[in-house]
C-alpha cells in the first residue's frame, strides 16, 4: 500500500492531500507542503496537474480564505496630506 493513501475522507481525497490544500491554501509553497508532510513535491506537482478533485478544493479553501479575509479586514481609509 502507498504511504499517504490509507486514509480518505468523504470526499475522496488522502488526508495527505487534505493536509497539503490547507498549507497551500494558507500560503506555503508546494516544495514546503511536501517538506512538512514528509512526501516528494512531485507527488503534489501530479496532483495540482492531474486530479481534478484535489485543484477543485484547493480553490474552494483558496477562495473561503479569500472572503474570510476579505471580511475581517478594516477598510483603511488615506488621509489627505496638508499642503
Known sequence: MRKGLTSTSKSGLSR?????IKLI????????????????????????RQDEEFKS????????????ESREAPEIK????SA
Open 57 to 68: 478544493e484547493l480553490a474552494k479553501q483558496i477562495e473561503k480564505l479569500r472572503n474570510d
Open 16 to 20: 495527505q492531500q487534505l493536509d497539503a
Open 25 to 48: 491554501a494558507s500560503g506555503s509553497t508546494t516544495r514546503y507542503a511536501a517538506l512538512v508532510l514528509k512526501i516528494k513535491h512531485s507527488e503534489i506537482r501530479k496532483w495540482l
Open 78 to 81: 488615506q488621509k489627505k496630506k
